[in-house]
């Protein structure tokens, strides 16, 4: 049986799908023949529960699940989220953060055109300290009102802004990172305000970045690809990235003990907290793994055991180098 989590009025399928990595960030960009085994293999297990952005691949991502969708004609079967805040017109990420409501008017517009349809959820994508939620807030409400989206969400923003914003109009739903391997807005009062609001907490990167798996295609810091955004990254550079295998091990243990995979036992934490988890593969089979976590409960005794395996194995190294550091927590 598949589970599912409230998400605002509704329930949705965990684990999600982050079609980042088809196209951005991971090293690879998959043509549309090339991404269709992962993505038919998610619509045939039903996780529909999918996440782009505008910024993923400047366009290409979008446009990549839009072609998708049209072809198998799969929208009414799909949750799609996406999100706008990059200025691409500037540069993929370089052109920097921007929340002006020119820009978030501009861009779900763009984002229509090219999936094909009116997202389910956008968000933005990171706060930019220049424009005041006073204008942001009600140009992301405003495109919900206009039917151009049904919910509207805000990606790693810190408790104070999620707090604010959800006081100008009603945020549907907080994007942030968590996982086994990264559990820092369990101490800087995200999560709390997200409970606390009722918004939902849609985990991104839940495998800590493809960490925390069996079979890692990642010996060494050296086996990254060069525009792999993990080369950028302090937690997997150096001697933290064999510093950082301590947790993989062993959560390797507890899955071996519980007859599932390490990836399943990851996703099946996530879930655990409440919240909606969104990994990303390239790979059909690695899909249909990630999603049996859809069927694994961990007992009182294994939630007891991961804490203590999370608690001892804090990871070492930042999780964004200082340029994309300073673009978050606002
Ligand atoms: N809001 C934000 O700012 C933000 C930031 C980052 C990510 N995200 C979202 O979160 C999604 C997931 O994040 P993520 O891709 O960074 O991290 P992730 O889901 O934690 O890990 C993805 C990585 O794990 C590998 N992997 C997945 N399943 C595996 C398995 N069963 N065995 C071995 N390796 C496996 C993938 O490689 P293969 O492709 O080779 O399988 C990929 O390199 C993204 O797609 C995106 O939608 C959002």
Redo the contacts with the bound molecule.
């Keep these: 049986m598949v589970k599912t989590l409230p998400f605002a009025d509704i329930q949705v399928p965990v684990p999600g799908f982050?079609?980042?990595?088809l196209s951005h960030?991971?090293g690879?960009n998959l043509s549309l023949e090339e991404a269709e085994p992962v993505l038919l293999k998610a619509i045939e297990l039903g996780c529909t529960f999918w996440?782009?952005?505008v910024v993923?691949g400047a366009g290409v991502n979008e446009k990549l699940l839009g072609d998708f969708i049209r072809k198998h004609n799969v929208r009414d079967k799909l949750f799609i989220a996406s999100?706008c805040g990059f200025d691409i017109k500037k540069g993929s990420v370089t052109g920097g953060v921007t929340n002006s409501p020119a820009h978030i008017k501009e861009y779900i517009d763009e984002t229509i055109e090219r999936l094909g349809f009116t997202p389910d959820l956008y968000?933005i994508?990171?706060i930019d300290p220049k424009t005041p939620l006073e204008d942001s807030i009600p140009a992301l409400d405003e495109i919900r009102k206009a039917g151009k989206t049904k919910y509207i969400g805000l990606?790693?923003c810190s408790a104070k802004t999620l707090r604010k914003a959800n006081s100008i109009a009603k945020i549907d739903a907080v994007?942030?990172?968590y996982?086994a391997f990264e559990t820092i807005h369990e101490t800087d009062g995200l999560i709390d305000t997200a409970k606390e609001l009722g918004v939902a907490y849609v985990a991104?990167?839940?495998?800590?970045?493809?960490?925390?798996?069996?079979?890692?295609?990642f010996k060494s810091p050296d086996d990254f690809a060069p525009d792999d955004f993990r080369r950028t990254v302090p937690k997997f550079q150096g001697e933290n990235f064999y510093k950082n295998l301590a947790i993989v091990e062993e959560i390797k243990k507890l899955a071996a003990k519980k007859g599932c995979?390490t990836?399943q036992v990851a996703l099946a934490w996530v879930a655990a907290q409440g919240m909606i988890s969104?990994?990303?593969?390239?790979?059909a089979q690695?899909l249909e793994?990630?999603f049996a976590a859809t069927d694994i409960e961990l007992t009182e005794e294994e939630k007891k055991e991961m804490r203590k395996i999370i608690d001892a194995a804090k990871p070492a190294g930042n999780r964004y180098n200082e340029a994309y550091q300073a673009m978050v927590g606002h």
Excluded at 18 to 21: H, N, R
Excluded at 278 to 283: A, D, F, L, M
């Design positions: 982050g079609a980042m990595g960030g991971l690879t996440d782009t952005a993923y999100k968000y994508h990171r990606s790693e994007q942030a990172e996982s991104f990167s839940p495998l800590g970045h493809g960490w925390l798996v069996d079979d890692s295609n995979k990836t969104i990994p990303g593969t390239t790979k690695r793994e990630n």
